[in-house]
C-alpha cells in the first residue's frame, strides 16, 4: 500500500487506512477489474495518451509513467526501464501519445512490476500525483466525508487535475456553479456530492478532449457506483461494498 504519512488521528489526510484503502480498491475495480493493485498493468487504449501502465494508470503522455521510471531509477540504476527514460522525457515535454519508440516498454514494465522497488516507487508516485493532491482539493471545498474524498480521490486519477475542461478543477467549478456554493461555503455535502457526480458523468460522456472520448463514455459506470453508494448512506465508507455494473463485478471488504 501507499506511504502516506498518518496523522495524529490516525487519518491519511483525511481517510482513515481503511476508507483509503476501500477508496484505492474502488479506483482499482474501475481501471483494471479486481481489488488487487495491478502493478504489472499496460495497455494501449488509444485514447490519446500513449502507453497506460500500473495501478493508477500512468501514461506515457502525462508525466506520471516518467515519474515511477525515475524514481525506480535512483534506486535501482541498472533496470531495464532506464533506456526509455529519454523517450518518456520527449513525451511529457511535447504532451505526446506517440508510442512508435516504445518497442518494448510494456514487456519491461511487466517484469519490473515482480521488483517491491518498482511496486514501491508506484505508490509514492500515486500518493505524490494523486492522493495527496485530491485530499487537498478536498479539503479546499470543505468535504468532510469519506465518500466525497473516495470520489475526488476516483476523479483525480481518471481526469487528472490539469487547466483543461476535462480537469478535476474545471469538474470543481462547474459543480459550484450549479450547486450554488461549496459546502465549506454551507452548501450541505450530500447535496453537493449529486451535484458533482452528474457533473462528472456528463463531462465523462461527452469529453472536451476528442481522443478520450469512446473509453471515457465506456467509463460513466464508475460514477454510477458511486451515486449508488451516496443513496445507500454509506457516507462513511464502511465494508463491504459490493460492486455490481454491467462491466465491473466485485467487492471491497
Known amino acids: 500500500m501507499s506511504n502516506t504519512t498518518k496523522t495524529e488521528s490516525g487519518h491519511l489526510h483525511g481517510l482513515t487506512p481503511d476508507q483509503k484503502r476501500r477508496a484505492e480498491q474502488l479506483t482499482s475495480i474501475f481501471e483494471n477489474d479486481t481489488t488487487e493493485l495491478q502493478y504489472a498493468y499496460t495497455e494501449d487504449l488509444h485514447d490519446g495518451r500513449g502507453i497506460t501502465a500500473g495501478r493508477a494508470g500512468f501514461t506515457t503522455r502525462d508525466g506520471d509513467a516518467l515519474q515511477v521510471v525515475e524514481i525506480y531509477t535512483k534506486k535501482l540504476p541498472q533496470n531495464n526501464l532506464a533506456k526509455f ?48 493532491p485530491s485530499a487537498k ?48 461555503r454551507g452548501i450541505d455535502e450530500k447535496k453537493w456530492l449529486e451535484g458533482f457526480l452528474k457533473i462528472r458523468r456528463e463531462d465523462l460522456e461527452n469529453p472536451h478532449a476528442k481522443d478520450t472520448q469512446k473509453a471515457w463514455r465506456e467509463s460513466v459506470d464508475r460514477v454510477d457506483e458511486f451515486s449508488r453508494i451516496a443513496k445507500s448512506g454509506n457516507y462513511d465508507l464502511h465494508g463491504p461494498i459490493k460492486v455490481d455494473t454491467p462491466q465491473h463485478h466485485a467487492s471491497v471488504a
Open 137 to 184: 482539493y478536498a479539503d479546499e471545498v470543505g468535504l468532510k466525508t469519506a465518500l466525497a474524498r473516495a470520489v475526488l480521490y476516483d476523479s483525480i486519477v481518471q481526469h487528472g487535475d490539469g487547466d483543461d475542461p476535462d480537469g478535476l478543477p474545471a469538474l470543481l467549478k462547474r459543480t459550484e456553479k450549479a450547486v450554488g456554493g461549496t459546502p465549506k
Open 85 to 132: 527514460l529519454p523517450e518518456l522525457k520527449r513525451l511529457k515535454t511535447e504532451n505526446s501519445g506517440d508510442t512508435s519508440h516504445l518497442r518494448g516498454y510494456a514487456d519491461e514494465w511487466k517484469k519490473a512490476a515482480h521488483d517491491p522497488a518498482f511496486r514501491a516507487a508506484q505508490d509514492q508516485v500515486v500518493d505524490q500525483q494523486y492522493y495527496e
